[in-house]
């Protein structure tokens, strides 16, 4: 099976497809190979260009096949639009930023452990850029250290957040991250011969990180988010990982918390999702 619409008419959630393994896709050549020109629908009838009423319009004999070279997903992303930097006092603003998050991580980790929750421990923070400029976000995706970019939405003052877990211990990762850019520099450029900071694209993209509220976490409209005090339904997307069961921890503790968990859910590649939960928004 396969979607009906062209690339331009989708939308995808930035909380869901700006990571990696989410389950959903770029579009490729076989998609686009696969998918024929229809004509119009009709109720619950799909007309296809020179055939008949189909009795399931939602599923495509493929077309016949036309060569298309291979576009990277990425090639859309390749000029950023970054600001101007003084590098060691930007380096150091954001080394600032990170240092005042440690005390509170380890407190969050502890306070973790000591309810029972020895695994899958972590904090979530929220990493701006300038308003006007781009952030590098797919940089702040790093699955081999655990590290997962969760949410990317844009403000009204044209600013780009980006929403990103952290396990327990890997802040290590981002400091080393700025720590090079401020004191190291990278190949000289084959071209030019000219060097440049390491990681100067990510971190120069970075305006400010701190840590991320509920709401960072949230990728409908703002106005849509639940008033305090006032019991709602959530739904819980929980990432499939090696070696931690997410559903059975999340209704281990949901008594503690006053939750109320469904029996129920759906699983897809790479995710699980709860039917929903009540929770009293603080």
């Not at 930097?85 to 990170?98: M, V």
Request: charged share 25%.
């Amino acid at each position: 099976m396969l979607d009906d619409r062209t690339p331009e008419d989708q939308h995808i959630d930035p909380g869901i497809s700006a990571q990696r393994g989410g389950g959903v896709q770029p579009w490729g050549t076989a998609a686009i190979k696969a998918a024929p020109h229809y004509n119009e629908r009709k109720g619950s009838q799909c007309v296809m260009a020179n055939e008949g009423p189909k009795l399931h319009p939602h599923i495509f004999a493929p077309a016949a096949a036309s060569s298309k070279d291979f576009t990277s997903p990425k090639s859309g992303r390749g000029n950023l639009t970054l600001p101007q930097r003084t590098r060691g006092q930007h380096a150091n603003h954001l080394l600032a930023q990170l240092h005042n998050t440690e005390p509170l991580a380890a407190a969050r980790a502890e306070e973790q452990k000591s309810e029972g929750l020895d695994e899958g421990n972590g904090i979530y923070l929220v990493f701006k850029s300038t308003p006007g400029f781009d952030l590098k976000f797919e940089s702040l995706d790093v699955a081999n250290s655990g590290i997962e970019l969760c949410t990317v939405r844009k403000t009204g003052d044209s600013q780009t957040e980006a929403t990103v877990y952290v396990p327990d211990g890997k802040l290590t990762y981002f400091l080393n991250k700025i720590t090079a850019y401020r004191d190291e520099d990278g190949k000289p450029s084959k071209k030019t011969g000219l060097t440049k900071p390491k990681n100067q694209d990510l971190v120069s993209s970075i305006g400010d990180i701190q840590l991320a509220a509920l709401q960072s976490l949230w990728t409908d409209l703002p106005e849509l988010f639940p008033a305090p005090q006032r019991e709602v339904t959530w739904e819980v997307w929980l990432r499939r990982t090696t070696g931690v069961d997410h559903v059975t921890r999340l209704r281990q503790h949901a008594e503690r918390y006053g939750l109320t968990v469904s029996q129920q859910e759906i699983v897809f590649i790479g995710w699980l999702l709860d039917a929903g939960f009540m929770e009293s928004v603080v």
